[in-house]
């Protein structure tokens, strides 16, 4: 891509994500940084591959971009509180993994992760694979008359599902190699608008995702699935979706305000560790919840 002269950008689809090169992330400038931040704009989630980063490194690698967020419902590291390790151990057969929905990070928070910043540690021989999708396509082809429909909508937010205290998405509560903590607190609710609008490129996008997003404002469970689960599907559309197969010390950063993942679990039998942080945000916005122009949100450098 022409316009990036401290990096290589190249895309690895025609509609999201672009793996970057020529950089190491231990050793970043302030026009670096900068171009990396373009691509992350530009592509909403971002690769690297041979970064060989301890968890220091990865720390300081994403304090480049803002304060870390906050991690709920899950123990993160005893000496790292920013990070969780993400692991599902060998002998694990038959369980669900974490992240193996498709979902948004954290959007139940008041102020979801700007964005979130993943390095493979310990990687299978094959599986785990994690797909990821463009959030603003989703709502760029919708049909006029949906956009109309969508556009006032507003989605509550939920972590009652996964770490509630009835079934979990999760599967078991009794996992080994993650500390999954479940509360009462998790059946908090938080309103934010279903059409975002987000706050650095100003396009709209479908702000939703089928772990978090439990209902519409105004109307029952019932009834706010028709319109939700309709969402949901064509959010996932093949078209608007890449997949990234990950090796030793590859690193994903992802835009978690226009993306939806999903980590597949298609590896039993081999162990899979990798390190997660998340980068704090701002509160969403949109046409049925306006800005509050006292708090702009901005990456910072």
């Not at 998405?169 to 609710?189: D, F, P, V, Y």
């Not at 979706?241 to 939806?260: E, L």
């Not at 916005?285 to 450098?301: L, Q, T, V």
Request: aromatic share 8%; charged share 25%; net charge negative.
């Amino acid at each position: 891509m022409g316009h990036y002269k401290r990096i290589t950008v190249e895309p690895i689809t025609g509609t999201i994500g672009a793996e970057i090169g020529d950089v190491d992330l231990t050793r970043l400038d302030a026009e670096t940084v900068a171009e990396i931040r373009a691509a992350f704009l530009e592509h909403c989630v971002v690769f690297f591959r041979d970064q060989p980063l301890e968890i220091p490194q990865l720390k300081e690698f994403a304090g480049h971009f803002g304060p870390f967020g906050i991690e709920p419902y899950v123990k993160t590291m005893e000496d790292h509180p920013e990070v969780i390790a993400v692991v599902k151990e060998a002998d694990e057969v038959n369980a669900i993994n974490f992240g193996g929905h498709w979902h948004s990070d954290w959007s139940l928070q008041e102020n979801p992760p700007l964005a979130t910043i993943l390095h493979g540690t310990d990687i299978p021989p094959y599986g785990g694979d994690t797909l990821f999708a463009n959030s603003y396509l989703a709502y760029e082809t919708l049909s006029d008359g949906m956009k109309a429909i969508v556009d006032p909508l507003i989605a509550i937010h939920s972590a009652r599902k996964p770490y509630g205290t009835g079934k979990s998405l999760l599967g078991s509560k009794e996992r080994r190699s993650m500390t999954i903590l479940h509360s009462e607190e998790a059946h908090a609710e938080m309103e934010h608008p279903l059409v975002r609008i987000h706050p650095e490129t100003g396009k709209k996008l479908l702000y939703i995702n089928p772990v978090y997003t439990v209902r519409l404002k105004g109307m029952s469970e019932k009834d706010s699935s028709e319109i939700l689960d309709k969402l949901f599907r064509h959010s996932i559309n093949e078209i608007f979706t890449c997949r990234f197969r990950w090796r030793k010390n590859s690193v994903a950063m992802w835009d978690n305000r226009c993306v939806m993942h999903l980590a597949l679990n298609d590896y039993d039998g081999h162990r899979r560790e990798m390190h997660r942080v998340t980068i704090a945000g701002d509160r969403p916005y949109g046409e049925a919840m306006p800005r509050n122009i006292e708090s702009p949100e901005r990456m910072s450098s």
